[in-house]
């Protein structure tokens, strides 16, 4: 079993930066694929990034390349996400989520078997 705790939402302007957090605890988390979704009201979850067990490889959806990136630090457990450059569209809820195997398409939701409980990211002036 492997429990997710996101944290470090919060209002920001357009333009300011933010940090999420994604703390894991549970089944090795060097083993675990992991990903970053979001939601906003009235839509479904979107993929916004990947990174493999290792953090070696990475792949974001077009909307964020550039501006967000995804980190490991396997000594604290925790992947982070720095989102840069925010604008009103990245409002939502942020999910992490790890999987145990990858065996489709990593944007899918599909691919993860565990999540996180959300954070809340508003951007807005």
């Known amino acids: 079993q492997v429990r997710l705790v996101e944290s470090g939402g919060g209002l920001v302007q357009p333009g300011d930066s933010l940090r999420l957090s994604c703390a894991a605890s549970?089944?090795?988390?060097?083993?675990?694929?992991m990903a970053w979704f979001r939601q906003a009201p009235g839509k479904e979850r979107e993929f916004v990034g990947y990174?493999?067990?290792?953090?070696?490889?990475?792949f974001y959806t077009d909307s964020v390349k550039g501006r967000f990136t995804l980190t490991r630090d396997r000594a604290k457990n925790t992947e982070y996400l720095q989102m840069s450059s925010l604008k009103p569209e990245d409002t939502a809820v942020y999910y992490c989520?790890?999987?145990?195997?990858?065996?489709?398409?990593?944007?899918?939701?599909?691919?993860?078997?565990?999540w996180g409980q959300g954070t809340q990211v508003l951007v807005s002036s």
């Open positions: 989520a790890a999987a145990i195997v990858i065996t489709g398409p990593v944007a899918s939701v599909d691919q993860y078997d565990y």
């Open positions: 990174s493999n067990w290792s953090g070696g490889t990475t």
């Open positions: 549970g089944r090795p988390f060097s083993k675990s694929p």
